[in-house]
Nanobody, 122 residues
């Protein structure tokens, strides 16, 4: 059974930092085969892509709203993906979800974690 377990969320003041972690288990393929991403969903809004890291960790992409403040990384030996969030703003408040995707010529599989709440408030 595939599990993506997020942790590291919480309440932080504007300008503060948090580091989210997502530990994966139960994958059919090795963790290194999965493109890993973080999404977020704020109340009343659609879920949006925050950041993505490729299978080798050599390429990353970010939403414009978090560029220069957030950093996504992965440790394939620990089956873990991270999201370092700095200079947090109230508009970063959301539930943050870990996402894993693996695809081949004839298949695509996608998995989601349960989410971790991040609240930025003074």
């Amino acid at each position: 059974q595939v599990q993506l377990v997020e942790s590291g969320g919480g309440l932080v003041q504007p300008g503060g930092s948090l580091r989210l972690s997502c530990v994966a288990s139960g994958f059919t393929f090795s963790f290194s085969s999965y493109t890993m991403s973080w999404y977020r969903q704020a109340p009343g809004k659609e879920r949006e892509l925050v950041a993505t890291v490729t299978i080798a960790g050599t390429s990353t992409n970010y939403a414009d709203s978090v560029k220069g403040r957030f950093t996504i990384s992965r440790d394939n030996a620990k089956n873990t993906v991270y999201l370092q969030m700095n200079s947090l703003k109230p508009e970063d408040t959301a539930v943050y979800y870990c996402n894993a995707v693996v695809s081949g010529t004839y298949f695509r599989r996608e998995y989601w974690g349960q989410g971790t709440q991040v609240t930025v408030s003074s």
